[in-house]
């Protein structure tokens, strides 16, 4: 009896496109490299990471650990005690805090190393004897020729037949399912043939080559150091990690909180389980393909087809290592299964990255001083592991699929945006802060931790399509092709753009930390959004990182393309038309570019409009809200580019036309700058666009807002990254309308018109609301400590002065006292000015003084650089029987940055003929 | 004496087997040392279910090797039942000398018709007891008549 054969293979093109009828081909399925590979590093850094963890909660309940635990916190209070102020000298205070326990934190970090290098000769040494284990547990025999010589010749003709070198043939004889298994170690390869599979060399012998190729295939594939080195790995883990772990949680006070600490441990575990039974399954896809390909005419479908049917609720299948066999039956033919990865694979992926980096941070700042860099390593080498991981992934999806985004993608990105976001609230170090959710139960923290979660899965959402689309870039061409070279720049892409990000994460974690129990006072603060939004981009895009990741964007895709790009199958170049066709396909960039510049001027202009008529002029003299006005309209450029930008995405139709939206996101904000440049020059002469003055100074005419001049850079790379992280939705969407329309060409002029008008709609309706709510967000904690007077106009007896902005008049009896604003600079400085009747002989001499003009009159002018620890500039002068004293006062660091103010208030000093 | 049984049982089941269903051939030692310690402790079958790198759980192939040393020792526990016959008793004799493998020469005569009539019928009385098919069982008294019956190897 013999089973029937499937029949053979769908006939498949040598270059891999696909068949007829199929999502791929057979022969293609090895064209890209296994996407479980990665995943199996991954795996074991899951395992490691666990590892970290739990043998910190170990030391952290020993003796050891509840005295460093104490140092730290006698460290802590010792650093503090002297109230520092400002955050240079609690910083400075903070270091001290931390060399001065520097020490036996190292002990700390020794203690892990130690216990991962347990963990390490554990898993080598289980590694290491698990064939001999195997054969004893399963009393296997050697499978010799000597009952059946027509069985060993089999089986070396099969073993010779998939290429593998020398294999030891085992028997289990009393397993009478036709079955077979593979194991081994290194350089030693070991088959185990059923009792049932020798008998079926006889009875079935087309099945009996299915199942032992299909165990060749595994050998071929490089299963097995990478399988069982992983489940040696594990089983170390929970011998040598996770029972002291669940010893010390039953008897040991000194842990903490053990709730916390269990549910990450079950947790933890849980991970690495499902992640290790998932690449199992996975790997059992590929174990039948590779079958396919060295037998097309293989009954291997037959035999899985009739592999009895696994019951249970499905999500119970997350614990099988075996994919069910009618699953693996119609993966035979159709190996869409092989090439595709979902939401699970992203979550994986996200989770061990976040938390391995972490993990490794935490042990680089036990081991050695807390830097920057040593914290960027761990993030680095865990995304080495992510980033391969994911790009093979997609590449293999692309690869299958081809054509644009579809939502799969969209899937492993939330998958991979919510691994990332949860991997540090995973971590045991959260569980010590006690104020994030769910250890904290409090409404707040889980309002903020949802707010994290949604925030961080925004960021990485999009990753996974961008790869998609480089891989689109790079297997284009006159037939699509694996690009293996393209796959390999793309995943050092994708590693270096994860790192950075993940190491971004991990730093703005510590804000959930701080924020969660105070979650109602933040939210309650209005101006919470605008002010997070601003500074986080303001500081992220003047961060190398950020202009690394920029580069990562354009760069992978235009290499792609370039390696690519056709030549003319006439090898005649008709440089006649180029040019033409060049211009042809810019204009429409060169519009839409225009168009955001356009708006963004509109846009200034109503800003500043909005602001001189809504807000009180006392408040626009506040030098916080000039400095926030300005930052907050630098980023209204930024989203006014990032929507002109997502606009192109989603119109234009060239290859690359994503790629190129980032670039003109770039060009809009830096285009942007220069028109706020130009505005605020023009408003240095033209009163109606002086945010400040209602009649601005004639000197300031002439006065260059060259400051605005280093954002230009930076506002491009933060309109970049902004448009990094939406321009995939806005294509897809693009091509989503498109496809609704049932258009295939060009769109008709009325419907290209339509899509404008309505574009140009939004994006006036988005820039006009945030234009209105600048002027407001920017008077968040401004408020006058004075009086401006008229329009800074002082009057005193005699004199008139006028007040520089930041500068108020503060009512005093007897003198006049202007006072700089110093509540968020931390510079203090005041001018007094004081007026006293003398005599008219009255001669006044200062030691030291110079002589000179106050609008003409004679002043003694006299500097005392530390005068009681005050940096004191002093005039006096005599005008009609009136001596004047003008002193002003700051600290000598701080003269400096006052210098300007001081002369511009001094320079419009004038002598008048009222009397207080 | 069990030991002696365990022997002619084995010996005598191999041929069967042999002659019967060779591919099983492979698998017999480990099955006759299940066999004959199931009596005095029940071993446990192997499976596949979910072993790492394995095919999968598939359908167990139907042995015949355990029906038929089933068989064996109920024949030989049989056949020592009327060992008081005296033609019984020279069956006996005559299969514990004439056993496989067995390298005394023994210059005896082989088994008359009557003694392999004597043997059929205890065979097939004994396969019968196996809840098989009439067929399934004659072959089986068939393959034991035809294992007493061959000359023995040099």
């Known amino acids: ?916 | 004496m069990p030991d002696e049984t365990d022997e002619i049982v084995g010996t005598l089941g191999r041929e069967l087997v042999s002659q019967l269903v060779p591919e099983e051939l492979p698998l017999y030692p480990s099955m006759v040392s299940q066999f004959q310690g199931a009596k005095r402790a029940r071993g446990r079958k192997a499976s596949s279910d979910d072993q790492l790198l394995g095919f999968g759980a598939a359908e167990a192939l139907t042995m015949l090797t355990p029906v038929i040393l089933s068989f064996t020792r109920s024949f030989w526990e049989a056949l020592v039942a009327q060992a008081a016959h005296d033609s019984m008793q020279g069956v006996l004799e005559y299969v514990k000398v004439h056993l496989p493998g067995c390298h005394e020469a023994a210059a005896g005569p082989p088994l008359t018709s009557g003694q392999l009539q004597l043997v059929r019928t205890v065979a097939e009385r004994e396969a019968h007891r196996l809840n098989i098919s009439e067929a399934q069982a004659g072959l089986l008294a068939d393959a034991m008549v035809g294992v007493l019956a061959a000359p023995p190897v040099s």
């Open chain 1, 1 to 916: 009896m013999s089973p029937e054969s499937p029949g053979p293979a769908p006939a498949a093109d040598p270059a891999g496109r696909p068949a007829d009828g199929s999502a791929g081909t057979r022969g293609s399925v090895f064209a890209l490299p296994a996407r479980t590979s990665f995943r199996f590093a991954l795996l074991i850094a899951a395992v490691v990471i666990s590892s970290v963890m739990v043998y910190g909660a170990i030391y952290g309940a020993t003796p050891r650990g509840a005295a460093l635990a104490a140092l730290i916190r006698v460290c802590q209070a010792r650093a503090l005690a002297p109230h520092p102020n400002g955050l240079s000298a609690v910083a400075r205070a903070l270091g001290q805090a931390r060399g001065c326990r520097a020490g036996a934190e190292r002990v700390d970090g020794l203690w892990v190393l130690l216990g991962i290098g347990v963990l390490g000769v554990l898993s080598g040494a289980i590694y290491w004897v698990q064939p001999w284990w195997y054969r004893r547990r399963m009393h296997l025999t050697p499978l010799t020729g000597d009952e059946s010589p027509a069985l060993a010749d089999r089986l070396e003709q099969l073993r010779e037949r998939a290429g593998t070198g020398p294999v030891t043939w085992l028997l289990q004889p009393l397993n009478f399912q036709l079955s077979a298994f593979a194991f081994g170690r290194f350089r030693r390869r070991f088959v185990a043939v059923s009792g049932g599979a020798v008998v079926a060399q006889s009875r079935q012998p087309a099945a009996f080559d299915a199942v032992v190729l299909h165990e060749l295939g595994h050998i071929r594939n490089r299963d097995i150091d990478q399988t069982y080195l992983a489940m040696a790995v594990w089983w170390a883990f929970i011998v040598a990690a996770l029972l002291p772990m669940a010893g010390l949680l039953i008897f040991s006070r000194q842990l903490g909180s053990p709730p916390g600490l269990l549910w990450r441990v079950v947790v933890l575990a849980l991970i690495v389980y499902l992640l290790r039974n998932s690449i199992l399954r996975a790997r059992e896809f590929d174990a039948d393909a590779r079958v396919a390909e060295l037998d097309p005419d293989t009954s291997l479908g037959a035999v899985l087809a009739g592999l009895p049917a696994r019951r249970g609720w499905r999500v119970l299948h997350m614990g099988w290592v075996h994919p069910s066999g009618q699953d693996r039956a119609a993966a035979l033919l159709d190996p869409a299964p092989l090439y595709r990865c979902g939401f699970w694979d992203g979550l994986a992926v996200g989770v061990v990255a976040a938390m391995g980096a972490e993990a490794g941070q935490e042990l680089v700042y036990l081991l050695l001083t807390a830097s920057a860099i040593g914290g960027l390593v761990p993030a680095f080498i865990f995304a080495l592991f992510s980033g391969a991981a994911l790009t093979v992934a997609m590449w293999r999806m692309q690869f299958l699929e081809g054509g644009t985004l579809t939502a799969r993608r969209w899937a492993v990105g939330l998958g991979l945006g919510i691994g990332v976001a949860i991997g540090p609230v995973i971590t045991l170090e959260t569980v010590y802060d006690q104020g994030v959710a769910p250890d904290s139960l409090h409404t707040g923290a889980f309002i903020v931790l949802a707010i994290w979660v949604v925030l961080v899965t925004f960021i990485f959402m999009s990753v996974p399509a961008w790869i998609g689309r480089w891989a689109d870039a790079w297997q284009q061409r006159e037939r699509r092709v694996p690009a293996r070279g393209g796959m390999i720049v793309a995943a050092v892409g994708t590693w270096v753009v994860l790192a950075i990000g993940i190491d971004l994460v991990l730093a703005w974690f510590t804000s959930v930390e701080e924020y969660a129990p105070d979650a109602k006072t933040v939210l309650d603060d209005k101006s919470f959004l605008e002010q997070n939004w601003t500074f986080s981009g303001y500081y992220a895009a003047r961060t190398v990182g950020a202009w690394v990741v920029c580069l990562v964007f354009i760069a992978v895709p235009l290499a792609g393309y370039i390696a690519g790009h056709r030549r003319p199958a006439s090898g005649l170049r008709d440089t006649a038309r180029k040019p033409r066709v060049w211009l042809e396909r810019c204009r429409p960039l060169i519009l839409i570019c225009l168009a955001g510049v356009v708006t963004v001027i509109a846009v200034t202009l109503v800003t500043a409009a909005v602001a001189r008529a809504h807000i009180a002029p006392a408040i626009r003299w506040n030098g916080v809200y000039f400095t926030n006005f300005l930052l907050f309209e630098e980023q209204m450029v930024i989203l006014v580019a990032v929507i002109v930008a997502l606009i192109a995405a989603a119109t234009l139709t060239y290859a690359l036309s994503d790629t190129i939206a980032i670039a003109v996101a770039a060009i809009v904000a830096a285009l942007g700058i220069l028109v706020m440049m130009g505005s605020l020059t023009l408003g240095n002469c033209v009163a109606p666009f002086n945010l400040t003055y209602n009649h601005p100074p004639a000197s300031d005419c002439t006065g260059d807002p060259g400051f605005m001049a280093p954002h230009i850079f930076p506002a491009a790379i933060e309109a970049a990254l902004i448009g990094i992280l939406l321009i995939p939705a806005a294509h897809y969407t693009g091509i989503l309308v498109a496809r609704r329309s049932g258009l295939t060409g060009r769109p008709g002029l009325s419907a290209r018109a339509l899509r404008w008008l309505a574009a140009g709609a939004v994006a006036v309706a988005v820039t006009a609301g945030i234009a209105l709510r600048v002027p407001d967000a920017s008077a968040h904690r401004a408020q006058p400590i004075g009086s401006i007077g008229q329009d800074g106009w002082v009057n005193g007896t005699g004199y008139e002065i006028r007040l520089f902005p930041n500068w108020y008049q503060i009512t005093r009896p007897g003198y006049t006292l202007l006072v700089n604003d110093g509540t968020f600079s931390g510079i203090p400085g005041d001018l007094v000015i004081s007026t006293e009747a003398i005599s008219p002989k009255t001669i006044v001499r200062v030691r030291g003084a110079r002589l000179v003009l106050l609008d003409g009159e004679r002043a003694l002018y006299s500097v005392f650089p530390n005068y009681k620890g005050y940096y004191t500039v002093q005039w006096i002068t005599i005008r009609n029987g009136i001596e004047y004293f003008i002193t002003f006062n700051t600290r000598p660091i701080d003269y400096t940055t006052l210098a300007p103010n001081l002369t511009a208030m001094i320079n419009s000093w004038h002598w008048n003929a009222t009397s207080s």
